[in-house]
């Protein structure tokens, strides 16, 4: 009963299955691990009794608020918000879409999933971490929201990306007073089912632009997630951690 409660969303796959399973390795809170995919059940039993699957469509603010009252109802607080979950429509042979193509239905359903989502959930979980006066949330934004990434990243991707780092930092001055940190990270290329779909051209140009020379393994973000997500952060807030291999250097 004393342990601390997290929320990971989008946590089915990708960058999020590997945050959920560091996260529910580290054993110290019950894990909520949030998808829109049936599958999110079988991830959560495969990481023991203390994690708990939750299904909802983010598209749908309805179906966010009711998550936000069963964890007031279910648990009765929550310390740890990953809004990790994000979408990123592509061309069938995986490149980005023009701006003249971009209809305003996928313009409104990816800014609803990468900016509206993030929006509400801060909204509904904020109020317990400053109950109980401790919280860590972490924004996950992407290179594309801090930098132009020529012919891959759409326009409604970079939009959404970029305004997240915006509501980060307003969100964190009101938590602050509660001891409630809000902070983004910028991923760069990871290896994910997602990031191994591209061309090899564009894989070759990105590595050529990564100093470090490789793309990085999902464990290596989870493990700065770790650490916004602990005590050992304490001091910082409305932050912006660039975990990309160096290819954006601020």
């Not at 598209?59 to 310390?79: K, M, N, T, Y």
């Not at 964190?172 to 591209?198: D, I, Q, Y």
């Not at 700065?224 to 290819?247: H, K, P, R």
Request: include cysteine; charged fraction near 15%; charge should be neutral.
């Amino acid at each position: 009963m004393n342990k601390k409660v997290a929320v990971v969303t989008g946590a089915a796959s990708g960058l999020g299955k590997a945050i959920a399973t560091a996260m529910g390795q580290r054993g110290d809170c019950h894990l909520i691990v949030l998808d829109k995919s049936p599958s999110v059940a079988q991830f959560a039993q495969s990481l023991g009794p203390s994690v708990e699957p939750y299904l909802c469509d983010l598209e749908d603010p309805a179906q966010i608020i009711a998550f936000g009252q069963h964890v007031r109802s279910a648990h009765g607080r929550c310390d740890i918000l990953i809004n990790n979950a994000g979408i990123h429509p592509k061309n069938p042979d995986n490149s980005k879409v023009a701006l003249e193509d971009i209809t305003l239905a996928t313009w409104n359903a990816v800014l609803a999933v990468n900016l509206t989502a993030p929006f509400l959930m801060c909204q509904q979980l904020l109020p317990l971490m400053r109950e109980h006066r401790w919280g860590r949330i972490v924004n996950i934004s992407s290179r594309a929201g801090r930098t132009l990434i020529p012919n891959v990243v759409a326009a409604y991707y970079s939009a959404t990306k970029a305004a997240l780092m915006g509501l980060t930092r307003t969100v964190a001055e009101e938590g602050a007073p509660f001891n409630v940190t809000v902070n983004t990270v910028a991923p760069g290329r990871f290896l994910t089912p997602l990031s191994v779909k591209v061309t090899a051209s564009n894989l070759e140009n990105s590595l050529k632009s990564i100093p470090l020379g490789r793309v990085g393994d999902p464990d290596e973000l989870a493990a700065v997630i770790l650490f916004l997500t602990s005590d050992a952060s304490s001091y910082m807030t409305g932050a912006v951690l660039d975990v990309n291999g160096g290819c954006f250097m601020p």
